[in-house]
């Protein structure tokens, strides 16, 4: 089955920890996102890949990092400079993250991060 | 930047009832909408979507409808089952440095047998 999994699906930080969420992709997408889902509100952009060994800041990089170093994989780091980082993350991923291109993106069922 | 705004936080219907949740947004630029439903502790699915060159597409008891003029588009589920019951939420896509969705704050819909 193609999909989008996200690992672990629970994470527990304790303070000044930097801690790496999974996400992995077989559909052979192009583009990746990192969103983050705070009770009450929408989703709100991490970082994007639109391709392999390049990504962007999103609306909300300050305190995480991102590699792309595989088409499939797309792991994000919570630094301890993030200081408020308890929240649902959710990966997501489409087939061509190109301007104009309009694909629809897909997402994994998340990881929910909390601080011991 | 783009801003989408989303109505109403909650609704309640009665089973069998039609469900309409709008959503309004400030970029013209703007010219994607997709609609994703998200249950408990999933991650959200995409539902419908539209571009900005139609203004209605359906999808059994699933439409949405857009008004560019208006900048609003809105999801309306009719003959609903407890099944439909979840988090929607709406987004928009300005495509002008790359393929960003901004998203509404969400709608919790219960549907009630």
């Known amino acids: 089955d193609g999909g989008i999994t996200q690992s672990p699906k629970y994470l527990f930080r304790k303070e000044g920890q930097n801690v790496t969420l999974s996400c992995e992709q077989n559909?052979?997408?192009?583009?990746m996102y990192w969103y983050r889902q705070d009770p009450g509100q929408g989703l709100r952009l991490i970082y994007y890949s639109q391709i392999v060994n390049d990504f962007q800041k999103g609306d909300i990089a300050e305190g995480y990092s991102v590699s792309r170093e595989k088409k499939e994989s797309f792991p994000l780091t919570v630094t301890s400079a993030q200081k408020n980082p308890t929240a649902f993350y959710l990966c997501a991923s489409s087939i061509d993250g190109r301007v104009g291109s309009n694909q629809p993106q897909h997402f994994g069922d998340g990881t929910r991060l909390s601080i011991l | 930047g783009e801003n989408v705004e989303q109505h109403p936080s909650t609704l309640s219907v009665q089973e069998g009832d039609s469900a309409v949740i709008k959503c309004t947004y400030s970029d013209s630029a703007s010219n994607y909408f997709p609609w994703y439903k998200q249950e408990l502790g999933k991650g959200p699915q995409l539902i419908i979507d539209i571009r900005s060159n139609v203004g209605e597409k359906k999808d059994q008891r699933i439409a949405v409808t857009l008004n560019k003029t208006a900048k609003h588009f809105s999801l309306h589920i009719t003959e609903t089952q407890p099944e439909d019951s979840a988090v929607y939420f709406c987004a928009a896509s300005e495509d002008r440095v790359n393929e960003k969705l901004t998203f509404g704050t969400g709608t919790r819909l219960t549907i009630i047998p």
């Open positions: 559909l052979n997408h192009d583009a």
